[in-house]
């Protein structure tokens, strides 16, 4: 079942909400940056709860600041000195984190009013934007698909782009979990699984060094299932987790990326992409929208690594009219009873 109503105004327009619903997971999402605001799913007892943070009304959205639940764009994650070089030049993109760009500027997909239409045998909602030259300082019309799906216990999200220019694309969901269904309650005790050897350790500001370090021996190592807590991460003066994972495996290939488990609640999260890294973050600056405490939600992040479009040896986000972009995350959720 599809249905609409309306949540508020953005941008001197009407929001609408879309809750999708089947007999395993109730999801309900925002034309305002395709942004999930509710994930209601079962615990092992059978009890439905939400496990996405939200906001309570379209006020709490336009005052966000951690892009809670938002699909973020053109280019997720940081781009070093918010600018890039390809074939065309060096472009100067819309500094949005001190002297860097970060998931699409100042005025990103997330903040943005996207068209959409519903396929209610298919339990399918389609979103569309139009990006134009010059949009953040990108270069190129852009023209990006967001597709939605409920099947069974899964929720099935694909991201396609067109560019009529050479260009960066990088698209990813930007939703916080926490499968305890109790937000008062933090994320430190979940088990966390991810198939990754090596991270793309930053600087002080958060940018890739361009190493790839092994996990081994280190406090990034979720190559086993072990609680997200950590003495030395979650002490002063860190911060917790904010770090992208290398994944295994070829790119373009649907893999399995982390698993996500709740020992109290019994909730598990798996999450497959074909985008080569995860960005982990537990949240630490949660508290910045004075709404939820930090390490009250966990975001993974299914993306190209961050500022690739400067790193000759990283993936790429480059797109351009014989490269469309393409990009599909699958997140299955079930029950375990250990």
Not at 104 to 115: C, H
Not at 164 to 178: F, K, P, V
């Amino acid at each position: 079942m599809i249905k609409t109503e309306p949540f508020g105004r953005a941008n001197e327009h009407s929001v609408d909400k879309i809750t999708l619903s089947n007999e395993h997971i109730t999801l309900s999402l925002i034309n305002y940056g395709v942004r999930t605001v509710e994930l209601k799913i079962a615990d092992r007892d059978g009890k439905s709860e939400n496990i996405a943070l939200n906001y309570p009304d379209m006020e709490g959205y336009l005052k966000d600041t951690s892009f809670l639940g938002a699909t973020c764009g053109r280019v997720a994650n940081r781009t070093a000195n918010h600018r890039f070089t390809n074939l065309s030049g060096c472009h100067e993109l819309d500094a949005n984190d001190g002297e860097h760009h970060l998931h699409g500027g100042s005025e990103g997909f997330d903040k943005r009013l996207w068209q959409y239409e519903i396929d209610h045998d298919a339990l399918r909602v389609t979103f569309t934007l139009h990006s134009p030259d010059g949009d953040m300082g990108y270069p190129g019309n852009c023209d990006v698909r967001a597709t939605i799906q409920l099947d069974h216990n899964q929720i099935i999200t694909t991201f396609d782009a067109t560019c009529d220019q050479a260009s960066i694309i990088n698209l990813t969901d930007h939703s916080y979990y926490n499968l305890t269904g109790d937000f008062s309650q933090t994320i430190l005790e979940h088990e966390l699984w991810i198939a990754a050897d090596h991270i793309t350790p930053t600087d002080g500001t958060l940018i890739p060094t361009g190493i790839l370090q092994p996990v081994t021996d280190t406090p990034f190592d979720f190559t086993a299932p072990r609680s997200v807590d950590h003495p030395s991460q979650f002490t002063a003066p860190n911060l917790g987790y904010d770090v992208n994972y290398c994944l295994r495996g070829p790119r373009h290939q649907v893999q399995m990326a982390c698993q996500l488990y709740d020992p109290a609640s019994g909730r598990q999260l798996t999450l497959y992409t074909t985008e080569p890294g995860l960005q982990l973050y537990t949240g630490a600056y949660l508290s910045n929208d004075k709404i939820y405490g930090k390490f009250t939600g966990i975001a993974l992040e299914p993306q190209t690594y961050p500022n690739s479009a400067n790193t000759d040896h990283f993936p790429s986000p480059a797109i351009s009219p014989d490269t469309p972009y393409h990009h599909t995350i699958r997140m299955v959720f079930t029950t375990r009873n250990d």
